[in-house]
Nanobody
Framework: VQLQAFGGGLVPAGGSLRLSCAAS????????MAWFRQAPGKEREFVTA????????YYADSVKGRFTLSRDNAKNTVYPQMNSLKPEDTAVYYC??????????????????WGQGTQVTVSS
């Protein structure tokens, strides 16, 4: 299984960015997908998750109302749309996949494959 994350970059505070994560090597349409992020000196934290059909999503309180996660199973890709970005959103963003909807969506141990990460930097 391979996950490739794209779309990171430098954006001013208040700006928007759309990441993408392309999956290969498993039947993408039946698996849950999630994004985590890790800032320098901090632990990896949960950002958002989506179930296999896209009918269920979950967001960390810190991004609720600003981030929207969607998926296109025909393209084996998930897309977090990130709006109203803040400097504290600066981190390396990682996508991950799980075979079922995790009991604890925020636990990194719930996910079995991870992408390589993409850097998001929000300037103040």
């Amino acid at each position: 299984v391979q996950l490739q994350a794209f779309g990171g970059g430098l954006v001013p505070a208040g700006g928007s960015l759309r990441l993408s994560c392309a999956a290969s090597g498993r039947t993408f349409s039946v698996y849950s997908m999630a994004w985590f992020r890790q800032a320098p000196g901090k632990e990896r934290e949960f950002v958002t998750a989506i179930n296999w059909s896209g009918s269920r999503t979950y967001y960390a309180d810190s991004v609720k109302g600003r981030f929207t996660l969607s998926r296109d199973n025909a393209k084996n890709t998930v897309y977090p749309q990130m709006n109203s970005l803040k400097p504290e959103d600066t981190a390396v963003y990682y996508c991950a996949t799980a075979p079922t909807w995790p009991v604890d969506t925020g636990d990194p141990q719930s996910y079995d494959y991870w992408g390589q990460g993409t850097q998001v930097t929000v300037s103040s």
